[in-house]
């Protein structure tokens, strides 16, 4: 078992940045490789970014590329997802989650979720 927890959201103006962080307990964080979704009101959940185990690799998707960023810190069972140059559609409620698969984008391929922080981006 597994338990995420999400902190760091809040409200900002278009342009701020935010650090969202997600703290694991349970058992270590390094078996899994973990990622960030995000599901504003009304839209179905998608993803955002993910790193693998190690943290060798980082993906994310074509909306936030070049101003989000993923990293996370095996030693404190932590994840974090930097959020750059932040926009009214960004606005959302971020999850966290664990998959035990190497690699993965999709929802379904998660053994785990955090309950989200919602991330408010004002105009």
């Known amino acids: 078992q597994v338990q995420l927890v999400e902190s760091g959201g809040g409200l900002v103006q278009a342009g701020g940045s935010l650090r969202l962080s997600c703290a694991a307990s349970g058992r270590a964080c390094s078996a899994y490789s973990m990622g960030w979704f995000r599901q504003a009101p009304g839209k179905e959940r998608e993803f955002v970014a993910g790193?693998?185990?190690?943290?060798?690799?980082?993906y994310s998707a074509d909306s936030v590329k070049g101003r989000f960023t993923i990293s996370r810190n095996n030693a404190r069972n932590t994840v974090y997802l930097q959020m750059n140059s932040l926009q009214p559609e960004d606005t959302a409620v971020y999850y966290c989650a664990s998959s035990a698969k190497f690699y993965t984008t999709y929802a379904q391929d998660m053994d785990y979720w955090g309950k989200g922080t919602l991330v408010t981006v004002s105009s």
């Open positions: 790193i693998t185990w190690t943290g060798s690799n980082t």
